[in-house]
């Protein structure tokens, strides 16, 4: 049984998919510093990409996603011309020593462009890298899923498909403006393991409006019953003043604090009963998953698409929006989708802001990621004794334990993963 602690959920936390977070990123930092960390790779160095395509069909009242409606052919022509066109000029300056493992595509709905489009990108992208066999990984919106595109993911040799199913429940698919009927779904998993691909995430949320625990239970059926390779279920967090097509959604039926911690509570011991795998606090895999298999390694790892059994030391990314992690150096492209054309257009990198990592803060950063990924992190021996003072309050709890220098997460602390990492964070912690 998890432990209620309504003061923890009461503060506010990073989600640290990278550390430092987005908020850290400044305009003192860009493209110089991205052209400088691209130079500095060297051969045959293991590199991720993503892609973003910021567009969607139709766009739900929920999403905080950088992503704009799909409603103007030429707006996405020129997007993806000035995508292509990065990718070739980021390829040049790399002068083929980036070894490309993964490919991912993510959105807004990769989907809501042409599927030949989609083998355009795929291609410029095989094309002027050194990439040889890849794990391809794209984000996809059931309601525009088709043959068509189920076709040319299989030929595309794509992977992993994620769906985003969010809630099974029609009106609360209303209440967020993302009717999707379960047929949809059906039909996405049926066309894509009928053509080879098995690899399925579901996406999944708690805590929206008008959502019970039953129907919360009524989706986790389901989604047991489709049986996807990997789920993750996250938590809906309202905040209309930073995302105004949030103020779509009625506030007043929106789960207070106690529900949602026991619909999250529900959906850790509904998917663990059914055979998946606990990946940090919020993702869960079956046994024979390359992200269960890793866990079960402690090679678990967390960039910007959560939790990952990807360890590229490198990750590029294109787009408008788009992040590019490095060792020492996180960087990120032009937000708007038309200056980030103009931009490309000019021949300048697309990259406006970014933060510089030292010898300390990379620390802090591995111990954040090893609490978040693996529960556990070694604490350098002259940090052991404050940490156990900043900590007493969560261990008082029963939230944390140690094993020599060796801060645990109990089991009963999941919940606050985030909140126990937070005390490294130089910015919100105490050390």
Known sequence: MWSYHPDLLATPVPRYTSYPTAVEFGEDVGADDYAAALDRIESATPVSIYVHIPFCDQICWYCGCNTGAANRTQRLTDYLGALRSEITMVAKRVGGRARVQRLAFGGGSPNAIAPVDFVRLLDRILTVFDVSSPDISIEIDPRGFSADW????????????????????????????????????????????????????????????????????????????????????????????????????????????????????LGFNRLTEAGYIPIGFDHFALPADPLAIAAS???????????????????????????????????????????????????????????????????????????????????????????????????????????????????????????????????????
């Open 150 to 265: 189920a076709r040319v993911l299989a030929a595309s040799s794509v992977g992993r498909v994620s769906l985003g199913v969010q809630t099974f429940a029609p009106h609360i698919q209303q209440a967020i403006g993302r009717v999707q009927p379960l047929a949809d779904i059906e039909n996405a998993v049926a066309g894509l393991r009928l053509r080879g691909i098995d690899a399925i995430n579901f996406d999944l949320m708690y805590g929206l409006p008008r959502q019970s625990l039953t129907e919360l239970d009524t989706t986790l059926d389901e989604t047991i019953r489709l049986a996807p390779s990997r789920v993750a279920l996250f938590g809906y967090a309202h905040l209309p003043t930073m995302i105004p097509r949030q103020r779509r959604i009625d506030a007043s039926n929106l789960p207070d604090q106690r529900l949602r911690f026991e619909q999250a509570e």
């Open 297 to 431: 390694a402690g090679r678990v790892n967390r960039n910007f698409q959560g939790f990952t059994d990807d360890d590229a030391p490198i990750l590029l990314g294109f787009g408008a929006s788009a992040i590019s992690k490095f060792p020492d150096l996180i960087v990120q492209n032009e937000k708007r989708a038309g200056h980030y054309r103009d931009l490309i257009a000019e021949g300048r990198l697309p990259v406006t802001r970014g933060v510089l990592i030292d010898a300390i803060e990379h620390e802090r950063g591995m111990i954040i990621r090893d609490l978040l990924c693996a529960g556990r992190a070694r604490i350098r021996a002259s940090m052991v004794e404050a940490t156990h003072i900043v900590m007493a309050a969560l261990e008082d709890r029963g939230l944390i334990g140690w094993e020599a220098d060796n801060l645990i997460i109990r089991d009963c602390g999941r919940p606050y993963a985030r909140h126990v990492a937070a005390h490294f964070d130089r910015v919100r912690g105490k050390l």
